[in-house]
């Protein structure tokens, strides 16, 4: 099956720092990429869609102007959250989609502690 | 980390029928988690089978888990046209990592 990868796979950084995830589709192309967060025995959240090319479409109570998506090419897709703060510790995980719209493949995710 | 495979890819049946998909994984659990996502919309959590149950109700959602086999199942019971979706299963080792799911279409 395809593989998406993400980068890194654990993070720690301090407070007020900002943070960049990396998503990539390794062996296919990937029109749309979703970017979920999980908080510890939850289930996953979806934080907002991107298609490649355009402005990502954020999920309501989830603020664009912290969680900075950049999907500039059909395999690579960033995250980035600006000025970390400890709430923001979760685990961040990525999900690309080709043409074949009903799969879709979900990266390893990225663990992120923020102190 | 290691990921859920589900089967089959994709299912179509027709409303008032059950659907059963399954899914398989390779090492050891601590829990498996069912999720659906309609199409361009987010994950929905749908149940969640402990390592040392072997089955679980959730309204017309049934899930089975046999940790002998290393599968699980889950059975749509009386289905309809809106459960047309993506599941997924999802493993757990600490992280969550998702198979590629199965397309049910559900047709009225």
């Known amino acids: 099956g395809a593989v998406v990868s993400q980068h890194p796979s654990w993070v720690i950084c301090k407070s007020g720092t900002s943070v960049k995830i990396e998503c990539r589709s390794l062996d296919f192309q990937a029109t749309t990429m979703f970017w979920y967060r999980q908080f510890p025995k939850q289930s996953l959240m979806l934080m907002a869609t991107?298609?490649?090319?355009?402005?990502?479409?954020?999920e309501q109570g989830v603020e664009k102007d912290k969680f900075l998506i950049n999907h500039a090419s059909l395999t690579l897709s960033t995250l980035t959250v600006t000025s970390a703060h400890p709430e923001d510790s979760s685990f961040y995980i990525c999900?690309?989609?080709?043409?074949?719209?009903?799969?879709?493949?979900f990266g390893p995710g990225t663990r992120l502690t923020v102190l | 980390s290691q990921q859920g495979e589900e089967d089959p890819q994709a299912l179509s049946i027709q409303e008032g029928e059950n659907a059963t998909m399954n899914c398989s994984y390779k090492t050891s659990i601590n829990n498996l988690q069912w999720y659906r996502q309609n199409s361009g919309r987010g994950l929905v959590h749908l149940i969640l089978?402990?390592?040392?149950?072997r089955e679980k109700h959730s309204g017309r959602l049934r899930v089975t888990l046999d940790t002998s086999k290393k599968s699980s199942s889950l059975l749509i019971t009386a289905s309809r046209a809106a459960d047309t979706a993506s599941y997924f299963c999802a493993t757990d080792e600490g992280d969550f990592v998702f198979g590629p799911g199965t397309r049910l279409s559900v047709l009225p």
């Open positions: 089978i402990r390592s040392n149950e």
């Open positions: 999900s690309a989609r080709g043409t074949e719209t009903f799969k879709q493949f």
């Open positions: 991107s298609n490649e090319g355009s402005k990502a479409t954020y």
